[in-house]
């Protein structure tokens, strides 16, 4: 392991918060890491420190009494005690646009757009967003003009309630309410006003049918934030710049919530498989018995796109792939 992925296996390793000196003791005890320098605490709590400064959104913090921090993984929120996080005083900024969008101009880009469709899945994976690559060559149309009926990836995110009487009474009233579905357009930079329009209206093209539609993009020039803006206001397709480490990607602009169009999503089951079994194995897990639910969400996930399981293979990914890293 590096040392960054001793301290995400620290960390999920306890369902609560840690010092950076108990993450540091997990480490030792386990054997994680093998620190050479002469002040491995200190090389623990910088790390720690790195995740909130560059915004990696797999960890959160929170400041206890007598001003110390302590560190926990944002996938492990949902299931700890409220009275643990009503003093989170910061987390990744979201909406933080200053070092958001960098064009990295003057590489040689030989990475293809598909091969950013792992880095967003494994943005997603960690935001609890379960997604799949829909490949629209495999439609049933052979109409050139089918790419612009379904998005590049689908995700879906469900409520997570802790209790089965919670889950069930929400079911009963409104099912719907149980989870998001959401809707991405990929591309691998956007440079100008033209191509920022041309995109961003395949993405309300291509979302419409869906909860949440986003376009991404690896590359976005700064001058397009105006009218990035005025596009989100007018037609809520949200803005995700995506980075080499997915987990520093930004939401630069947040979607507007719609009804589900089931007109659209039953055309779209019709005319693509990979779209169908998505639907269909959302619903399964929606509809599973309490004794099925452990087994019918592994079958989701192992349906959905891969994502990276430490930033070793992140980094061999990148480097395979050409995807610029800075």
């Known amino acids: 392991m590096t040392v960054k992925e001793a301290v995400l296996k620290s960390l999920e390793d306890f369902n609560r918060v840690l010092t950076y000196m108990e993450i540091y003791n997990h480490i030792i005890a386990n054997h994680y890491f093998d620190f050479q320098g002469g002040t491995p605490t200190a090389t623990v709590s910088a790390t720690l420190s790195e995740f909130i400064k560059f915004g990696d959104t797999r960890v959160k913090r929170i400041k206890q009494k007598g001003g110390t921090y302590a560190y926990y993984l944002t996938k492990n929120e949902q299931n700890m005690g409220i009275e643990i996080l009503t003093d989170i005083i910061e987390t990744a900024n979201v909406t933080d646009t200053s070092d958001a969008i960098i064009l990295k101009a003057g590489k040689n880009k030989t990475y293809e757009e598909r091969d950013l469709h792992k880095l967003l899945s494994s943005y997603l994976k960690n935001t609890g967003i379960y997604s799949k690559t829909i490949f629209h060559e495999l439609s049933n149309s052979k109409d050139n003009n089918q790419i612009w009926s379904h998005p590049d990836m689908v995700g879906i995110r469900f409520l997570n309630l802790q209790t089965k009487v919670s889950q069930t009474f929400l079911k009963s009233i409104n099912r719907s309410d149980t989870f998001k579905i959401h809707s991405y357009e990929l591309k691998k930079e956007i440079n100008n006003d033209s191509e920022l329009k041309k995109a961003f209206f395949q993405a309300v093209s291509n979302s419409s049918w869906a909860n949440y539609g986003y376009l991404v993009a690896f590359e976005i020039s700064n001058s397009l934030m105006e009218e990035m803006e005025r596009l989100n206001q007018s037609f809520g397709i949200g803005i995700i710049v995506l980075n080499a480490n997915p ?80």
């Open 247 to 326: 987990y520093r990607s930004k939401v630069l602009f947040q979607p507007r919530y719609r009804a589900l169009d089931f007109k659209t999503i039953d055309k779209l089951c019709k005319i693509n498989k990979e779209f169908e079994k998505f639907i269909e194995q959302a619903e399964k897990l929606m509809t599973a018995e309490e004794r099925y639910y452990k087994s019918t969400e592994k079958e989701l996930d192992e349906f959905c796109d891969n994502y990276f399981e430490n930033d070793t293979e992140m980094v061999k990914y990148c480097k395979d792939k050409h995807i610029p890293t800075e």
